[in-house]
């Protein structure tokens, strides 16, 4: 029964929404399920001296995995989950591949075990299985797999409003599907929600995490026509500011264009005086 309701809730979570949207549904979920969700806290900083263990077993604070212009990609889930997480990770795999930009050399990915009760040998098996699959250089350097205390853990998932309830006697537990982009200070600046994740909406979340600080000049005036869209949870148009570069291509063509026909008009006097010298 309990497998039952968690599989019914992990179909619910490929289409999760902020917590407030979810609670305009009618239906309540099952006893196991509520309190479930994200509770978006855009604009605060995750508590960076959180200490976790690495694959490796060291022991380190958040704060030390993160780089100067480097935003985070953070991956709340447990290894031993039986299904949801390994959809996720999966999601985040795919479009780690799909990007441009390599983790290591341009952004991090953390993932994290929101189980105490898992530890590092665990996440090393992780590491090892995913970074294998990432066909991205120094992928291994930028890509972290941590354990640590329930007191660390919940320092975290509440940061970041990631509601999770631990279901008794089965070692397992009930939590959506979410990635959190945070930027190079700690911030958290955008929630990805699902097991799937767009290439342009992640890299436009890197973007916006960073502050504009990676990605080449394409990437700024690409981002400049396009803002996040809560209700859809994506980037969409911006018309206005299209419009802007619209505008503003147009006066350069034409300033190109009358450019040229001054010059030929002024090459067209300056033979005519020849001539009639």
């Known amino acids: 029964m309990i497998r039952t309701a968690l599989f019914i809730f992990s179909c619910f979570a490929v289409l999760t929404v902020p917590l407030h949207t979810q609670a305009q549904l009618n239906q309540a979920p099952p006893e196991d399920l509520q309190g479930v969700g994200i509770e978006e806290h855009l604009g605060d900083t995750i508590p960076l001296n959180a200490i976790f263990a690495t694959s490796s077993g060291d022991s380190v604070t958040l704060g030390d995995l993160f780089e100067e212009g480097k935003p985070v990609i953070l991956n709340p889930l447990y290894y031993d989950c039986p299904m949801l997480c390994g ?88 939590h959506s599907a979410a990635i959190i982009m945070l930027s190079p200070e700690g911030l958290i600046t955008r929630y990805l929600y699902g097991i799937q994740y767009d290439e342009f909406d992640t890299r436009s979340a890197l973007f916006e995490s960073a502050d504009g600080k990676i990605g080449n000049t394409l990437t700024k005036v690409l981002m400049y026509c396009f803002q996040y869209d809560p209700n859809s949870n994506s980037y969409v148009p911006v ?39």
Do not use: C, H
């Open 239 to 277: 018309a206005m500011n299209i419009m802007k570069l619209g505008g503003l291509a147009t006066l350069i063509i034409l300033g190109i264009f009358l450019g040229i026909l001054w010059r030929r008009e002024r090459g067209k006097k300056i033979t005519s005086k020849i001539d009639f010298q």
């Open 87 to 174: 959809l996720v990770i999966d999601g985040v795999l795919d479009v780690a591949n799909e990007l441009a930009w390599a983790p290591g050399t341009d952004y991090i990915i953390i993932s994290f075990s929101i189980d105490p009760s898992e530890d590092y040998t665990l996440a090393r098996e992780y590491k090892s299985r995913y970074i294998s699959k990432l066909n991205k250089p120094n992928a291994e350097e930028g890509w972290y797999f941590l354990t640590g205390k329930k007191s660390e853990i919940k320092k975290v998932i509440d940061a970041v409003g990631f509601q999770v309830n631990e279901i008794q006697g089965t070692g397992e537990f009930a």
